[in-house]
């Protein structure tokens, strides 16, 4: 995990949430997730344990499910019919 900086994409190990680095300080980091619902500060200590890096190359920009191939798909509207 050395050589960070902001804009690298992370994997939260939990969820399988994607986020990118928001802030780089001497002892914190702040992760925007990809689908801005949430924000995390992190010390840059527990990072390697609750964090994942990905490869810069080819990773998606829509949230993904962890377990999934394809992203997330906005719900249908209930009150419209299938068509």
């Known amino acids: 995990m050395i050589g960070l900086k902001e804009g690298d994409?992370?994997?939260y190990q939990r969820d399988?949430?994607?986020?990118?680095i928001a802030k780089i300080t001497r002892d914190?980091?702040?992760?925007?997730?990809l689908d801005d619902s949430t924000q995390v500060l992190t010390g840059k200590?527990?990072?390697?344990?609750?964090f994942?890096?990905?490869?810069?190359?080819?990773?998606?920009d829509?949230?993904?499910l962890p377990g999934r191939i394809g992203p997330?798909?906005?719900p249908m509207n209930?009150?419209?019919a299938p068509r």
């Open 72 to 74: 997330l798909l906005a």
């Open 16 to 20: 399988g949430r994607v986020f990118e």
């Open 28 to 33: 914190f980091l702040v992760l925007q997730a």
């Open 45 to 50: 200590a527990s990072l390697a344990f609750l």
């Open 62 to 64: 829509v949230p993904m």
């Open 9 to 11: 994409r992370m994997k």
């Open 52 to 60: 994942a890096e990905l490869p810069q190359s080819g990773v998606p």
């Open 78 to 80: 209930r009150l419209e």
